[in-house]
């Protein structure tokens, strides 16, 4: 979900929905739920266009992005717990006096938090505005940039270090060298070197559906046609953050 949302514009996040112009629907970041334009939307026993029917399915069913979006880990927020505790305590209206008591600090503590806070805020803006411009000269180079563009980091990732450094370029080159076939996926040998890790997994992580649940047994099946040591890289997704499993092992599935 993390991957999708951070390609969207700011405002579209705040609003909870995305729009494909193309296709003409609107789609609940939530939940996945789609309104297509020209369709009537039938909510509480009165008719919605498509634009308007998915504002009321979020204000009704979601309430608002904040309790999505500061659920995401501080990798993508830049957000401590103690921080995101202080900005609901904000958003739900509670007094400097009443949080500083909630939380055992002074109320001084509490507005220059606020105003950090806010300042914090005005850097992010013109951040964003600044590396936007930037970006997009960027990628009117078009032969540079595919070269030169940076992997996506997946979203299960419990690390995000240097690892993860690696250009589409250096992604292909790696896939080139370790694995002797692409269809059907083979790989020849699983590296210790961390970026090379990182991409075997990425591209193994690729054989396997989004929202779907695997046994253990068809998890081994599906790497053993991919490497002879199966249970080196069932356990590396794992590890990595590619795939979660039960406490049992009985069901696994990607992040």
Request: positive net charge; contains cysteine; charged residues 35%.
């Amino acid at each position: 979900m993390i991957d999708s949302i951070l390609k969207l514009s700011l405002d579209e996040i705040k609003k909870g929905y995305s729009y494909n112009q193309d296709k003409g629907i609107s789609t609940c970041l939530t939940c996945g739920k789609t309104f297509e334009s020209g369709e009537m939307f039938s909510i509480d026993g009165r008719f919605y266009d498509a634009s308007k029917a998915v504002q009321i399915h979020i204000q009704k069913e979601h309430e608002d992005m904040l309790d999505m979006l500061t659920s995401f880990d501080k990798k993508y927020t830049g957000i401590t717990e103690n921080q995101k505790e202080l900005l609901l305590m904000i958003y739900k209206g509670m007094s400097d006096n009443d949080i500083a008591k909630k939380t055992g600090v002074a109320p001084a503590t509490v507005r220059r938090q606020r105003f950090v806070f806010r300042e914090k805020a005005k850097q992010a803006k013109l951040f964003l505005a600044i590396f936007e411009i930037v970006e997009n000269k960027y990628l009117q180079r078009k032969e540079k940039a595919v070269n030169d563009e940076l992997i996506n980091v997946h979203a299960g990732a419990k690390m995000i270090d240097d690892r993860y450094l690696i250009t589409k370029s250096e992604e292909d080159k790696i896939i080139e060298s370790l694995f002797e076939s692409l269809e059907p996926l083979r790989l020849k040998i699983f590296s210790s070197k961390e970026k090379k890790k990182v991409v075997i997994l990425s591209k193994i992580a690729e054989q396997f559906e989004k929202k779907r649940k695997y046994s253990e047994k068809e998890v081994n099946e599906i790497l053993k046609g991919i490497y002879s040591d199966f249970a080196t890289i069932r356990r590396y997704l794992i590890e990595y953050g590619y795939m979660e499993r039960t406490k049992d092992c009985r069901e696994y599935w990607l992040k």
